[in-house]
């Protein structure tokens, strides 16, 4: 199983990115996605997740209304665009797949590498 992550870079303050995740040896109509982020020194934080089956998408209430997760079955890859970037926003972002779409990162088998993303003020 392999997720690859891509789509970082640095960015200014109210600027968009959109991070892919593409998968090998699972799909995403049979495993949640979800996207995490880790700042330095702070724990890994939940961002966004998709269910698996209705593909409903659910988000951390820091992103809510600027990020959007979806997913393109085709291609078994999922996205989170990201606008209105803010400093805080800057962490190096994972691309997770597990059975349900939950906060925990420990109920998700698999990782991405991580991409970075830096949002400068």
């Known amino acids: 199983v392999q997720l690859v992550e891509s789509g970082g870079g640095l960015v200014q303050a109210g600027g968009s990115l959109r991070l892919s995740c593409a998968a090998s040896g699972i799909t995403f109509r049979t495993h949640a996605a979800a996207w995490f982020r880790q700042a330095p020194g702070k724990d890994r934080e939940f961002v966004a997740a998709?269910?698996?089956?209705?593909?409903?998408?659910y988000y951390s209430d820091s992103v809510k209304g600027r990020f959007t997760a979806a997913r393109d079955n085709a291609e078994n890859t999922v996205y989170l665009q990201m606008a209105s970037l803010k400093p805080e926003d800057t962490a190096v972002y994972y691309c997770?797949?597990?059975?349900?779409?939950?906060?925990?990162?420990?109920?998700?088998?698999?990782w991405g590498q991580g991409t970075q993303v830096t949002v400068s003020s």
């Open positions: 997770a797949a597990g059975f349900q779409p939950v906060v925990a990162p420990s109920d998700y088998s698999y």
């Open positions: 998709i269910n698996r089956i209705t593909a409903d998408t």
